[in-house]
């Protein structure tokens, strides 16, 4: 019986115009896309949500948004979330996203489950955002029970790690990203059966 190709969601933690995350984020779409995958890549701007507010879910139920996002994800075998690090963790657009959607009951179960991870981060200091990774890997693992593969990209100084055309520009984060790539696809693909 033939594989079916893989569904993957990707996206930014940041919706900063020029955000590196973004460009982290345009590269893994592309190269997923490139490694046989089907690729959904999309801004987390067109998802706009109140702060988690348990009094508000309760008074107004879950938003609409939410639902949207719930439902995207449900329908995708994994997804690539690239991370900017604010102040040594997740930043607050992100986590927010992952709290409304982990809200959302999808056909008996939390969207995120049985659905694979990869990652990557993006920080203008040496470290490249892996203590953001740290804490997604956690949310994403063990608040959600998702699967997040064990290698990840790391892109430090990344105010200068892209070129004008959005290409990383050292050789060894290309590829660590493409080490990502194949790992996701690949499990991913074993995944949707």
């Known amino acids: 019986m033939a594989r079916r190709t893989p569904k993957l969601l990707v996206f930014a933690g940041s919706i900063r115009t020029g955000a590196l995350s973004g460009k982290l984020a345009a590269l893994a779409a592309r190269d997923l896309a490139a490694a046989g995958a089907e690729v959904t890549h999309i801004s987390l701007a067109d998802y706009p949500l109140p702060i988690y507010d348990g009094d508000l879910e309760t008074r107004r139920g879950i938003p ?7 439902k995207l994800i449900a329908a995708h075998d994994g997804a690539f979330i690239a991370t900017p690090e604010y102040n040594h963790s997740l930043p607050p657009l992100l986590k927010n996203a992952i709290d409304w959607v982990s809200r959302h009951e999808h056909s008996g179960s939390l ?8 990652m990557g981060s993006t920080s203008d200091g040496r470290v490249g955002g892996a ?9 994403l693992a063990t608040a959600v029970r998702g699967m997040v593969i064990a290698e990840r990209v790391e892109i430090s100084m990344a105010q200068h790690a892209f070129d004008e055309s959005g290409e990383l520009v050292d050789e060894v984060p290309r590829e660590v990203l493409a080490t990502v790539v194949k790992s996701l696809v690949d499990l991913a693909g074993q995944m949707a059966g």
């Open 64 to 70: 609409d948004n939410a639902t949207r996002l719930t």
């Open 111 to 118: 969207p995120f489950w049985n659905k694979v991870y990869g």
């Open 131 to 139: 203590r953001a990774l740290l804490d997604l890997r956690k949310v």
